[in-house]
């Protein structure tokens, strides 16, 4: 009896102990199913990964010959600036430069400018001596330089068109393409247009030689040129009376690409475009207006 009675209660023990064992197994099972959960499934194999986001150009040259080209000049807080040319031919003092006459009335500290170098990694404006006249440093922003005049005014040169703004496969461009430009494409389905159906390339006229006269704002005819023939010589009627243009004192002109380019005696040169009418006016348009007009 005693027997059986332990027995019974050995059976009894065995069961409590089961019921409680059972759910906790039960509880673990998510756990687990979750940490042996598979990684998720690749994308497809057609999926095109996202194209890499362009590279702009860098506007600053790392090296002297990335300098050359046109470049503004700014007196910081006011609206005196002054659109220069630096080039590599070497001068009197570093390499050359040109401006227009009128940008030493608009910023006074080129009066003592006569050169250019290229000194750690940034542009620096001498005199005859080649002493620095502004001695520039490349801002945060890598967009542009900045330098302090001995007098405390702060000026800005920013590039605007030079050697290290241009892509470097521009010139290589014209290589890559296609050795035989008849061949088809998959994509290229259109017939290509006979040559006596396309329209004629439309040729800018150049400058034609003989009189001009000088026009400003509020002043017309102020003095009259003459431009010799084919890019010749530039000579300055007796009767003068524009004082910018006798200082400048052009001696020779020429057209190249959609521009005429009036050079002065000591060098340096002015931009003029095409405005209609026989007309040519400055470009860029920095100080006072500066209109060529053909007098018939």
């Excluded at 362009?54 to 600053?60: E, F, G, H, I, K």
């Excluded at 227009?100 to 006569?114: D, F, H, K, M, S």
Aim: hydrophobic share 40%; net charge neutral; aromatic share 4%.
């Amino acid at each position: 009896m005693r027997q059986a009675l332990a027995a019974l209660l050995a059976a009894s023990a065995l069961i409590a102990i089961a019921a409680i064992v059972r759910p906790a197994a039960a509880q673990d099972v998510p756990a687990a199913a979750e940490e042996a959960a598979p990684p998720p499934p690749p994308p497809p194999a057609g999926t095109l990964a996202a194209p890499p986001v362009p590279v702009a150009p860098p506007s600053l040259p790392d090296r002297l010959g990335q300098v050359p080209g046109t470049w503004d000049l700014s007196r910081d807080g006011t609206n005196r600036r002054c659109v220069m040319t630096l080039v590599l031919d070497s001068g009197e003092a570093g390499q050359r430069l040109r401006f227009p006459a009128g940008c030493r009335r608009a910023l006074p500290v080129l009066n003592a400018v006569a050169g250019w170098l290229f000194v750690d990694g940034a542009v620096r404006l001498v005199d005859r001596n080649v002493r620095p006249v502004l001695d520039f440093a490349k801002r945060p922003d890598q967009r542009s330089l900045v330098a302090q005049a001995e007098g405390g005014e702060g000026y800005s040169f920013v590039p605007l068109d030079i050697v290290a703004m241009r892509p470097a496969d521009a010139v290589a461009a014209p290589e890559t393409a296609p050795a035989n430009p008849t061949s088809s494409s998959p994509l290229q389905t259109a017939a290509p247009v006979p040559a006596e159906l396309q329209p004629a390339a439309t040729v800018s006229a150049g400058p034609a030689p003989g009189l001009y006269a000088l026009d400003r704002v509020q002043q017309r005819d102020t003095c009259r040129i003459t431009l010799d023939g084919s890019g010749g010589g530039v000579h300055i009627v007796p009767g003068c009376h524009d004082s910018g243009l006798e200082v400048f004192d052009p001696v020779r002109w020429r057209y190249v690409n959609g521009r005429m380019t009036l050079t002065a005696k000591r060098g340096h040169s002015i931009d003029l475009v095409p405005s209609g009418d026989g007309r040519w006016r400055r470009d860029p348009e920095v100080g006072t207006a500066f209109v060529l007009r053909r007098v018939d």
